[in-house]
């Protein structure tokens, strides 16, 4: 069965400021492996970035990339520390706008291996099982990269994305994305 199309077939995505945090009190975002469509639908929103006039349009394309996939997330409170029921349309009250082009980027470079997707077919729907697949860390799994000069993109010089969003994703920790 397609990733794209198996209910079962989740992945979790970390923040990397709060990679620091205990497990339990970790916030994850929680999304459906994306078909096709939706991956060039991410890509050529990331792309435009650096194209479009910077701004409220630019903000929102990236908060749209952000929540292609979305279908759940924990761990996630308001300001006064009061948990924050799932709705993507809430996204941008969560997050700023550089933690939600980091989601985009890690969601844009998820690609499981073949091992994982055998493991992830081979189990029967009507198991009583876990609901959840433990599917190992990506060794390969590429993030595209988008750094448009601050002149060149027309954002102001202060927003840069952090030194760890920067690296090459083979130096990128695997911890930032864990399967389920």
């Not at 990236?62 to 996939?69: C, N, S, V």
């Not at 997330?73 to 948990?83: L, S």
């Not at 994982?116 to 081979?122: A, E, F, P, Q, R």
Request: hydrophobic share 35%; charged share 30%; glycine share 6%.
């Amino acid at each position: 069965m397609p990733l794209a199309t198996n209910p079962r077939a989740r992945f979790e995505v970390v923040l990397e400021s709060d990679k620091g945090l205990p497990e339990d009190r970790r916030p994850k975002f929680i999304y459906r492996y994306l078909t096709g469509h939706q991956q060039k639908e991410i890509a050529d929103i990331i792309d435009s970035i650096g194209r479009a006039k910077f701004g409220k349009e630019g903000i929102d394309r990236i908060f749209r990339a952000a929540k292609i996939g979305l279908i759940d997330w924990q761990n996630i409170c308001n300001g006064d520390g009061k948990p924050v029921d799932f709705d993507p349309e809430k996204l941008e009250q969560i997050l700023g706008m550089t933690e939600a082009l980091e989601m985009a980027q890690k969601v844009l470079g998820q690609a499981p291996d073949f091992e994982d997707k055998k493991k992830l077919d081979s189990q029967s729907p009507s198991s009583t099982g876990q609901s959840a697949v433990d599917v190992p860390a990506l060794k390969n799994a590429k993030t595209s990269q988008v750094q448009p000069s601050p002149s060149e993109s027309g954002v102001p010089a202060a927003v840069v994305l952090d030194a760890e969003l920067a690296k090459p994703a083979a130096e990128s920790k695997s911890s930032s994305v864990r399967k389920r």
